[in-house]
Nanobody, 115 residues
Framework: QVQLVESGGGLVQPGGSLRLSCAAS????????MGWYRQAPGKQRELVAD???????NYADSVNGRFTISRDNAKNTVYLQMNSLKPDDTAVYYC?????????WGKGTLVTVSS
């Protein structure tokens, strides 16, 4: 059974930082592209960042330079370091694992950026 479990969300003030983690089980983690997506209230889910099995990264323009995605294949975990957070970053953040036609989602973790 595939499980993606996100953690690390919470309430943070503008300009602050958070680190999200996603622990995967039930998949050959090192072969998957791992991504972080987010969905704000009333908006569609959007890609934040992803990292391929080879380590190549891709970022949405809105987070480039502020967020960093990384993976630890030994721990089957992907991280999202979020710095200089803005109120517009408020959303539920979802972990995704993709390989070919296979794709899996976590249940999400809420990030709220507010003073």
């Amino acid at each position: 059974q595939v499980q993606l479990v996100e953690s690390g969300g919470g309430l943070v003030q503008p300009g602050g930082s958070l680190r999200l983690s996603c622990a995967a089980s039930g998949i050959m983690f090192r072969f998957y592209t791992m991504g972080w997506y987010r969905q704000a209230p009333g908006k569609q889910r959007e890609l934040v960042a992803d990292v391929t099995s080879g380590g190549s990264t891709n970022y949405a323009d809105s987070v480039n330079g502020r967020f960093t995605i990384s993976r630890d294949n030994a721990k089957n975990t992907v991280y999202l370091q979020m710095n200089s957070l803005k109120p517009d970053d408020t959303a539920v953040y979802y972990c995704n694992a993709a390989r070919g036609y296979a794709g899996y989602w976590g249940k999400g973790t809420l990030v709220t950026v507010s003073s």
